[in-house]
């Protein structure tokens, strides 16, 4: 999954790829302008899922200006 979240420290989350989508060319995902709804910094957040149950994340800042 790619998550969006507001904040450097987010408590909710935006999904906005998820496992069930389609990797195209390895595009792994996109989401339009319009899903940052204010100013400042917002958090991208990966999960990838482990075939055992395992959970991994990543996370990266964008400042939004």
């Known amino acids: ?3 969006l979240g507001q904040g450097d420290n987010p ?3 935006i999904k906005v790829f998820n496992e069930d989508d389609e990797i195209v060319d390895g595009l792994v995902g996109q ?3 319009s899903v940052f709804t204010a ?3 917002w958090t991208v957040r ?3 899922k ?4 395992r959970i991994k994340e ?3 800042s964008i400042d939004v200006g």
């Open 11 to 13: 408590t909710e989350w």
């Open 46 to 48: 990966l999960v990838v």
């Open 31 to 33: 989401f339009p302008a």
């Open 1 to 3: 999954e790619i998550q």
């Open 50 to 53: 482990h075939d055992d149950g």
């Open 39 to 41: 100013v400042g910094t």
């Open 58 to 60: 990543a996370r990266g």
